[in-house]
């Protein structure tokens, strides 16, 4: 199995628990916790938590998800190809780097559009 077919199951999984598991925490079905808050915050907790990232700055909360996503994916990629003396993980590397990086820039300002839409609520 390629790398993208890899990553399109897991952007799919991923958005399927997140959507399964704010249904069941809205409805009461289930309790919030430390695991089911990586998929899903509830409105309160998302306020409270994006003050404090507000607080860090742009710069801080970009550069932790491209690290991290990036590490993540490096770990995986490694276990499930090895690592070959080409320039195959490097150029992967480097393009798992590219995209996370467009994509928490892209993450900050989703963010901070729904604090301001919840704050105008309140």
């Known amino acids: 199995m390629d790398i993208f077919k890899i990553g399109v199951i897991v952007i799919f999984a991923y958005v399927g628990i997140s959507l399964i598991l704010e249904h069941l ?3 009461n079905k289930i309790k919030a916790n430390k695991l089911s808050k990586i998929f899903y915050e509830d ?4 306020i409270k938590s994006w003050e404090k990232t507000i607080e860090k700055g742009m710069l801080i909360f970009v550069v932790k998800g491209v690290v ?4 993540i994916v490096g770990i995986i990629f490694l276990l499930s190809h090895g ?3 080409d320039e195959t993980f490097s150029d992967f590397l480097l393009l798992i780097f590219n995209f996370e990086l467009i994509f928490s820039v892209l993450q900050w300002f989703v963010r901070k559009s ?9």
């Not at 409105?43 to 998302?46: K, L, P, Q, S, T």
């Open 25 to 27: 925490i809205t409805t």
């Open 43 to 46: 409105n309160e907790g998302f």
């Open 68 to 71: 991290i996503s990036t590490i």
């Open 83 to 85: 690592y070959d003396s």
């Open 114 to 122: 729904r604090y301001k839409r919840l704050k105008n609520k309140i």
